[in-house]
Nanobody, 123 residues
Framework: VQLQASRGGLVQTGDSLRLSCAAS????????MGWFRQVPGKEREFVAG????????VYGDSVKGRVTISRDSAKNTLYLEMNSLKPEDTAVYYC?????????????????WGRGTQVTVSS
């Protein structure tokens, strides 16, 4: 499974940022997808997930209300729109593919990981 994530970046507190992740047609058609993030020294944290059909969305408590996950079937691309960013959102963000049609909310449920992209929010 190949996942091509966009570059993250350096933003300021309160800014918005959109991450994208391109996947193969097969991956996009059959599996749930999502985003996790990790800070050095800490475990990977669930950010957001979306089912294969896009009908089911799940968000982590720390980002709920500030992020929106979506998928574009025509482009086979997953998106994560992040608003009102905070310094504690600074992390490496990973695009993931679930092992099934539903969103993976734990690392055990993840079938494939993207390479990760750094997002840094300055105060």
């Amino acid at each position: 499974v190949q996942l091509q994530a966009s570059r993250g970046g350096l933003v300021q507190t309160g800014d918005s940022l959109r991450l994208s992740c391109a996947a193969s047609v097969r991956t996009f058609r059959w599996y749930g997808m999502g985003w996790f993030r990790q800070v050095p020294g800490k475990e990977r944290e669930f950010v957001a997930g979306i089912s294969r059909t896009g009908n089911s969305l799940v968000y982590g408590d720390s980002v709920k209300g500030r992020v929106t996950i979506s998928r574009d079937s025509a482009k086979n691309t997953l998106y994560l729109e992040m608003n009102s960013l905070k310094p504690e959102d600074t992390a490496v963000y990973y695009c993931v593919v679930s092992k099934c049609a539903y969103a993976a909310t734990t690392t055990v449920e993840v079938g494939s990981w993207g390479r990760g992209t750094q997002v840094t929010v300055s105060s």
